[in-house]
Nanobody, 122 residues
């Protein structure tokens, strides 16, 4: 059993900051790539940022220079630091991780968290 639990969402004014966390627990052998996605009302879920186990990162163009993805491998936790937030960043943010479970060799499965709401409004 693997669980991803996001936290850190909330209501913030434009220009403000939030830090999202994604805690991974369960029978984990290895966490490969972690990612943050978001889904705004009436829109498709979109990829925001990813980070490999070695720390290589990617970002969608709309958040470059404002968001920073990171991870603490010792704590099995990923983070998304969001600065200079805009109303268009309002969405439910989801954590995703590619995980190899203990006893499953090299088989990787993708797991999702339940999502955390981020609302940017004055």
């Amino acid at each position: 059993q693997v669980q991803l639990v996001e936290s850190g969402g909330g209501l913030v004014q434009p220009g403000g900051s939030l830090r999202l966390s994604c805690a991974v627990s369960g029978n984990i052998f290895r966490i490969n790539t972690m990612g943050w996605y978001r889904q705004a009302p009436g829109k498709q879920r979109e990829l925001v940022a990813t980070i490999t186990s070695g720390g290589r990162t990617t970002y969608t163009d709309s958040v470059k220079g404002r968001f920073t993805i990171s991870r603490d491998n010792a704590k099995n936790t990923g983070y998304l630091q969001m600065n200079s937030l805009k109303p268009e960043d309002t969405a439910v943010y989801y954590c995703n991780a590619d995980i190899i479970r203990i006893g499953e060799g090299r088989r990787t499965n993708g797991y999702w968290g339940q999502g955390t709401q981020v609302t940017v409004s004055s």
